[in-house]
């Protein structure tokens, strides 16, 4: 059984810092690529980074790139993403995603449940 399990969300103010964490089970971590996904109420979900199986190469949507990191530890099945300088824009259910980048078939990519991040005053 593949499981993506996030943790690490919660209520923070501007400004702050909060980093998640994804666990991946039941799956060759290191054959995927790892994603972070966003989505805010009445807003469509959007990438907000990725990173590649070795960890060599990143992207970044623009309104995050400079405040955002993701990382990943092939060795503990896990992948990170360090949020700071945190904004009420940033407030959404933050999702975790896993590619199989030796398969294209869109079966064999996986989801997390996700995990509320609030960004408040």
């Not at 399990?5 to 666990?23: N, W």
């Not at 989801?111 to 991040?117: D, S």
Request: charged share 15%.
């Amino acid at each position: 059984q593949v499981t993506l399990a996030e943790s690490g969300g919660g209520l923070v103010h501007p400004g702050e810092s909060l980093t998640l964490s994804c666990v991946a089970s039941g799956l060759a971590f290191r054959n995927y690529g790892m994603s972070w996904y966003r989505q805010a109420p009445g807003k469509r979900r959007e990438l907000v980074a990725w990173i590649n199986t070795a960890g060599l190469t990143t992207d970044y949507a623009s309104d995050v790139q400079g405040r955002f990191t993701i990382s990943r530890d092939n060795t503990k099945n896990t992948a990170y993403l360090q949020m700071k300088n945190l904004k009420p824009e940033d407030t959404a259910v933050y999702i975790c995603n896993a590619v199989d980048s030796l398969r294209p078939q869109t079966a064999y990519d996986y989801w997390g449940q996700g995990i509320q991040v609030t960004v408040s005053s």
